[in-house]
């Protein structure tokens, strides 16, 4: 059971950055994929950025441009760099670790972001 504790969220103006940060319990250095989820008040889960097990990436179109999503295999770390921040951005933000193509994946408990205008 891969544990995955996000941090770094909270309440920031409209055109400001906050970097999310995930942890996880054991090491990234072979995971297929991990990836940063958001789910706005409402609404369902949406996909914001992954990141495979070497270094492609892939942005929803909404962040594109705006938002970075990196790791670092020796923290067992993941990021989100979010910049030019929007009030559609409020949401709670998850991270997600998928170990292999095939097999469940995992899901942080989530941290919350709030960008007023």
């Known amino acids: 059971q891969v544990q995955l504790v996000e941090s770094g969220g909270g309440l920031v103006q409209a055109g400001g950055s906050l970097r999310l940060s995930c942890a996880a319990s054991e090491s990234i250095s072979n995971v297929f994929l991990m990836a940063w989820y958001r789910q706005p008040p409402g609404k369902q889960r949406e996909l914001v950025a992954t990141?495979?097990?070497?270094?492609?990436?892939n942005y929803a179109d909404s962040v594109k441009g705006r938002f970075t999503i990196s790791k670092d295999k020796a923290k067992n770390a993941l990021y989100l760099q979010m910049n030019n921040l929007k009030p559609v951005d409020t949401a709670v933000y998850y991270c997600?670790?998928?170990?292999?193509?095939?097999?469940?994946?995992?899901w942080g408990q989530g941290t919350q972001v709030t960008v007023s205008s």
């Open positions: 990141i495979d097990n070497g270094i492609s990436t």
């Open positions: 997600y670790l998928k170990r292999g193509q095939w097999t469940a994946g995992y």
